[in-house]
């Protein structure tokens, strides 16, 4: 499985960006996929999470109510609508594969990951 994400940049605070992650592979349809993200000197975090039907989402507590995950299966991609953008939210953000059988929590837990975007926020 290949993912390719893409649709960060720089934006101002109160903006929105839309993140978006293609996949490749016929796991896709069937697997969980996560949004992390990762500041500079800091660990990956759990951001977003959408089961592989798109009926479960769970988010961090840090960007509920301003974040939705959504996906699009005949597609092979997932989106992140990131609204009310703060400068906290900048980071790399990564799309990641669940494995299936642990927590969509830890990063750990995710089999595939893409290359990264890159989100600024600016104050």
């Known amino acids: 499985v290949q993912l390719q994400a893409c649709g960060g940049g720089l934006v101002q605070a109160g903006g929105s960006l839309r993140l978006s992650c293609a996949a490749s592979?016929?796991?896709?349809?069937?697997?969980?996929m996560g949004w992390f993200r990762q500041a500079p000197g800091k660990e990956r975090m759990f951001v977003a999470f959408i089961s592989w039907s798109g009926v479960i989402t769970h988010y961090a507590d840090s960007v509920k109510g301003r974040f939705t995950i959504s996906r699009d299966n005949a597609k092979n991609t997932v989106y992140l609508q990131m609204n009310s953008l703060k400068p906290e939210d900048t980071a790399a953000y990564y799309c990641?594969?669940?494995?299936?059988?642990?927590?969509?929590?830890?990063?750990?837990?995710?089999?595939?990951w893409g290359q990264g975007t890159l989100v600024t926020v600016s104050s």
């Open positions: 990641g594969v669940h494995g299936g059988g642990g927590s969509y929590y830890y990063w750990s837990e995710y089999d595939y």
């Open positions: 592979g016929r796991t896709f349809s069937t697997s969980g």
